[in-house]
C-alpha cells in the first residue's frame, strides 16, 4: 500500500481515524506528509502541566507525564520515540495506548520539547493550558537553565506566557 | 376498556420485504441487484438514478453502468450498503482525531490484504460512500497502532525524504511533451 497515492482528502480522512500517538510517529517519517497532511489535522488542544518533580503533556487524548518517580502499576512499553524525544516508557492504563510515563531526571525539557514539537506537526492545535506550579508542599524548585532557554523562545514564538 | 384505532398499522419488516429494486453492472460486466434504501448510501449512485429519472416501475429495465468499480468491489460495497441501509445518520464529525469502534461484522468484510482495501478505497471515494470510506480509514489507520516510524514507513510505502527529493529531480529532469 502506498499511502501517500491516495487522494488527498481520504488521506486527510485516514489520518483523522488515527490516534494521536500514531500520528505524531507517521509525521516524523516523512516531509511530504508532514507538510501537505499531518499539518491539516488537529488532534485536539495540548495541555501542559509542570510540578517541581514532574510533567506532562496531553495533545488530544494522548498523554505522557515525565516523572522522577516510579509507579509501581505502569506496565513497561518498552523504548519509544515520539517525534524528537526517546523514552523508555511505561503505559498507565492496560489495554490502552494513551496514557504513557516515562521517569526521568530533568522532566521538564523533554515535556516542553515534545510540546514544542507538536505545536510544529500540527499548527492547527492549540495550546489550551500552561500550568506551571514552582511550589509543592514545602518545596520549592528552579528550572534548569536549558529548559528556562526552550521556554523563552517558546514564549516568543507562541506569546503565550 | 380502551378504543382500538382503526387505521392501519404497516410493519416495518413489511415494507423492508418489498424495496425498489436497482441494477447495477460493473467495468467488468457483473450485475448486482441493490435496494433503494441501500443505494441510496451512496451519492454518486443516488444522484445518478436521481438524474436518469429511474422510479420503481423501470429501475430493473435500465442498470446503471459503473465503469469506475469493478465486480469484486462493486459486491463488497453491496453488501455494505444491504447491512447498513436502516443505520441512523451519524452526527458530523469535528475536525479533531474520530472516536468510533468498526463493528465487528465490518471489520470482517474489510479484511481483506492492502492493495484490494486500497482499490476499495478509491471505488468508495468514487462512489461516495461516506460511511465505508470511514470504516476503511478506520481499518488502515489501526494498521499503524503501536508501530515504530521505521515500520510505519514499511506498511504504508512511505519514501524517506532523500527519495522523495530524487523522485522530484528526476521528475523535473526529464524532457517534457515537446521535449
Given at each position: 500500500?502506498?499511502?501517500?497515492?491516495?487522494?488527498?482528502?481520504?488521506?486527510?480522512?485516514?489520518?483523522?481515524?488515527?490516534?494521536?500517538?500514531?500520528?505524531?510517529?507517521?509525521?516524523s517519517?516523512?516531509?511530504?506528509?508532514?507538510?501537505?497532511?499531518?499539518?491539516?489535522?488537529?488532534?485536539?488542544?495540548?495541555?501542559?502541566?509542570?510540578?517541581?518533580?514532574?510533567?506532562?503533556?496531553?495533545?488530544?487524548e494522548?498523554?505522557?507525564?515525565?516523572?522522577?518517580?516510579?509507579?509501581?502499576?505502569?506496565?513497561?512499553?518498552?523504548?519509544?520515540?515520539?517525534?524528537?524525544?526517546?523514552?523508555?516508557?511505561?503505559?498507565?492504563?492496560?489495554?490502552?495506548?494513551?496514557?504513557?510515563?516515562?521517569?526521568?531526571?530533568?522532566?521538564?525539557?523533554?515535556?516542553?520539547?515534545?510540546?514544542?514539537?507538536?505545536?510544529?506537526?500540527?499548527?492547527?492545535?492549540?495550546l489550551?493550558?500552561?500550568?506551571?506550579?514552582?511550589?509543592?508542599?514545602?518545596e520549592?524548585?528552579?528550572?534548569?537553565?536549558?529548559?528556562?532557554?526552550?521556554?523563552?523562545?517558546?514564549?516568543?514564538?507562541?506569546?503565550?506566557? | 376498556?380502551?378504543?382500538?384505532?382503526?387505521?392501519?398499522?404497516?410493519?416495518?419488516?413489511?415494507?423492508?420485504?418489498?424495496?425498489?429494486?436497482?441494477?447495477?453492472?460493473?467495468?467488468?460486466?457483473?450485475?448486482?441487484?441493490?435496494?433503494?434504501?441501500?443505494?441510496?448510501?451512496?451519492?454518486?449512485?443516488?444522484?445518478?438514478?436521481?438524474?436518469?429519472?429511474?422510479?420503481?416501475?423501470?429501475?430493473?429495465?435500465?442498470?446503471?453502468?459503473?465503469?469506475?468499480?469493478?465486480?469484486?468491489?462493486?459486491?463488497?460495497?453491496?453488501q455494505?450498503?444491504?447491512?447498513?441501509?436502516?443505520?441512523?445518520e451519524?452526527?458530523e464529525?469535528?475536525?479533531?482525531?474520530?472516536?468510533?469502534v468498526?463493528?465487528?461484522?465490518?471489520?470482517?468484510?474489510?479484511?481483506?490484504?492492502?492493495?484490494?482495501?486500497?482499490?476499495?478505497?478509491?471505488?468508495?471515494?468514487?462512489?461516495?460512500?461516506?460511511?465505508?470510506m470511514?470504516?476503511?480509514?478506520?481499518?488502515?489507520?489501526d494498521?499503524?497502532?503501536?508501530?515504530?516510524?521505521?515500520?510505519?514507513?514499511?506498511?504504508?510505502?512511505?519514501?524517506?525524504?532523500?527519495?522523495?527529493?530524487?523522485?522530484?529531480?528526476?521528475?523535473?529532469?526529464s524532457?517534457?511533451?515537446?521535449?
Amino acid at each position: 500500500m502506498k499511502l501517500l497515492k491516495f487522494p488527498w482528502l481520504v488521506l486527510i480522512n485516514i489520518l483523522k481515524c488515527m490516534d494521536t500517538v500514531d500520528l505524531i510517529k507517521l509525521s516524523s517519517t516523512n516531509r511530504r506528509l508532514r507538510e501537505k497532511f499531518t499539518s491539516k489535522i488537529n488532534p485536539g488542544g495540548i495541555h501542559v502541566d509542570f510540578y517541581p518533580t514532574s510533567a506532562s503533556i496531553k495533545i488530544g487524548e494522548f498523554c505522557i507525564s515525565f516523572d522522577r518517580h516510579a509507579s509501581a502499576y505502569a506496565i513497561p512499553i518498552g523504548n519509544q520515540t515520539i517525534g524528537p524525544v526517546t523514552i523508555n516508557a511505561y503505559c498507565l492504563f492496560r489495554n490502552e495506548n494513551k496514557s504513557w510515563k516515562t521517569v526521568v531526571e530533568d522532566v521538564h525539557t523533554p515535556c516542553l520539547t515534545l510540546a514544542q514539537y507538536c505545536k510544529t506537526i500540527f499548527p492547527k492545535a492549540e495550546l489550551e493550558s500552561f500550568c506551571f506550579i514552582t511550589e509543592w508542599s514545602d518545596e520549592q524548585y528552579e528550572l534548569e537553565e536549558s529548559t528556562r532557554q526552550l521556554l523563552a523562545s517558546w514564549s516568543q514564538i507562541f506569546n503565550k506566557f | 376498556m380502551s378504543v382500538e384505532p382503526e387505521v392501519p398499522i404497516v410493519q416495518v419488516e413489511e415494507v423492508r420485504e418489498n424495496p425498489v429494486l436497482y441494477k447495477i453492472i460493473s467495468s467488468d460486466n457483473h450485475v448486482f441487484t441493490i435496494s433503494e434504501h441501500a443505494v441510496k448510501l451512496s451519492k454518486t449512485l443516488w444522484d445518478l438514478i436521481t438524474n436518469l429519472g429511474l422510479t420503481a416501475e423501470n429501475a430493473l429495465d435500465n442498470p446503471i453502468p459503473v465503469e469506475n468499480v469493478n465486480g469484486k468491489n462493486m459486491e463488497t460495497i453491496v453488501q455494505f450498503c444491504e447491512r447498513h441501509k436502516y443505520d441512523e445518520e451519524e452526527p458530523e464529525y469535528t475536525n479533531y482525531i474520530r472516536e468510533f469502534v468498526l463493528p465487528e461484522w465490518d471489520r470482517q468484510l474489510l479484511s481483506i490484504d492492502n492493495e484490494e482495501l486500497f482499490q476499495l478505497i478509491l471505488a468508495t471515494n468514487y462512489l461516495d460512500i461516506q460511511k465505508l470510506m470511514d470504516y476503511c480509514c478506520r481499518v488502515i489507520g489501526d494498521m499503524a497502532k503501536d508501530k515504530t516510524p521505521e515500520e510505519l514507513r514499511i506498511i504504508y510505502g512511505i519514501p524517506t525524504d532523500a527519495e522523495d527529493d530524487a523522485l522530484e529531480r528526476s521528475a523535473s529532469d526529464s524532457p517534457g511533451p515537446s521535449g
